[in-house]
């Protein structure tokens, strides 16, 4: 089952404006991380963030984490086309004490940057 | 350094066939993980290593479908009697170690049931 909402489901912008993706989860998480998937190289890693962060920045990219909303979001400032891909948010579940090291995915949003 | 390998790239295969596929992760990663995705999807966990004993395989759709690790490095996940719902991209990830580690993914197989 998929335990993470991406919204939008597709995005679609011009090169130079900012995208903002959000994603919602049910459970008490570990940590939440981002993923970006296009067709020429697979699964990337972007960001991860832990249950006891609120803000991570990593270049273009802004990640907020809100665990009382059970929501994150990931902006990309300044988009390039090269940003076009389809972005997923994972989170790593806590429960009982334990983190369990599986990622629970989300079903994506297509993000698609005009130039 | 080489990321994460998976061979075959492609597989096609008959229903009811057995298949194998492969995974080489990043070297020194103790912990591996094993996902399918299909058209459209984000990825379903399947099963995660750490070393090489399966710490969880609560994702493993049924009994037809097995993972080994016999040495902590190199994973080889079998499909027995393979159906036409099997048909997706099976994506297998390494870490550093499991809990709170990125994970880093390989290209996948793309699995064809005809």
């Known amino acids: 089952s998929q335990q993470g909402e991406e919204d939008p489901q597709a995005l679609s912008i011009q090169e130079g404006e900012n995208a903002t993706m959000n994603c919602s989860y049910k459970t008490s998480i570990n940590n939440l991380q981002w993923y970006r998937q296009n067709s020429g190289r697979g699964l990337v890693h972007l960001i991860l963030i832990r249950s006891n962060e609120r803000e991570k920045h990593s270049g273009r990219l802004r990640v907020t984490l809100d665990t009382s909303k059970k929501s994150s979001s990931l902006l990309i400032t300044a988009s390039r086309a090269a940003d076009t891909a389809s972005y997923f948010c994972a989170t790593e579940l806590f429960a009982g004490g334990t983190s369990y090291g599986k990622l629970t995915f989300g079903q994506g949003t297509i993000l698609t940057v005009h130039p | 350094g080489a990321g994460v390998s998976q061979t075959p790239s492609n597989k096609v295969t008959e229903k009811g066939k057995y298949v194998e596929l492969r995974c080489d992760p990043i070297s020194g990663h103790t912990a591996l993980y094993w996902y399918r995705q299909s058209l459209g999807q984000g990825p379903e966990f399947l099963i995660y290593f750490q070393g090489t004993g399966a710490a969880d395989d609560s994702g493993l759709p049924n009994d037809r479908f097995f993972a080994v690790r016999p040495e902590g490095s190199v994973s080889t996940l079998k499909i027995q009697r393979t159906e036409r719902g099997d048909s997706a991209v099976y994506l297998c990830?390494?870490?550093?170690?499991?809990?709170?580690?990125?994970?880093?993914f390989g290209p996948g197989t793309r699995l064809t049931v005809t």
């Open positions: 990830a390494s870490s550093l170690s499991g809990n709170s580690y990125e994970q880093y």
